[in-house]
C-alpha cells in the first residue's frame, strides 16, 4: 500500500522560496500520476501542479505557473514542488496525492483532488514578513 510522507514546508518570506518533498514508500511512485495541491480554512483543495506517471507531462494552476516547477526522482521514490517568488497568497497546507489509475495530469486539464486515492499528511507553508 502506498504511503506518502511530505515535508519540506515552513515560514518564508514573501519572493522566497521552499522546496517541497513528497517521498513514497510501499510502492514505486514511477507508477502513479502525482499531484499536489493546497488547503486554507474554509476553502476547498486547490489543485497546484501535476505530473504524469511518465514525467512528460506536467500542469500547474493559473496562480503559481511560471514560479512552481513541479519534479520526480524514481531512484529515491520522491516528487519535489520547486516554489520560487513565494506570495502571502500561497500560505496553505500543502498535500501531495497519488493515483494508479488512468493518467489524470495534462495540460490545461482539471485534475481534481477527487480523483486521487492516495494522500499525504500535508506540509504547512507560511508565507509572512
Not at 4 to 10: A, D, I, K, R
Not at 86 to 113: F, H, I, N, Q, R
Not at 122 to 127: D, E, K, M, P
Request: charged content about 20%.
Amino acid at each position: 500500500q502506498l504511503h506518502l510522507v511530505e515535508s519540506g514546508g515552513g515560514l518564508v518570506q514573501p519572493g522566497g522560496s521552499l522546496r517541497l518533498s513528497c517521498e513514497a514508500s510501499g510502492s514505486t511512485l514511477d507508477t502513479y500520476e502525482i499531484g499536489w495541491f493546497r488547503q486554507t480554512p474554509g476553502k476547498e483543495r486547490e489543485g497546484v501542479s501535476c505530473i504524469s506517471r511518465t514525467s512528460d507531462i506536467t500542469d500547474y494552476g493559473n496562480s503559481v505557473k511560471g514560479r512552481f516547477t513541479i519534479s520526480r526522482d524514481n531512484a529515491k521514490n520522491t516528487v519535489y514542488l520547486q516554489m520560487n517568488s513565494l506570495k502571502p497568497e500561497d500560505t496553505a497546507v500543502y498535500y501531495c496525492a497519488a493515483d494508479w489509475g488512468p493518467p489524470l495530469c495534462s495540460v490545461g486539464g482539471t485534475w481534481s483532488p477527487d480523483e486521487f486515492a492516495s494522500w499525504g499528511q500535508g506540509t504547512q507553508v507560511i508565507v509572512s514578513s
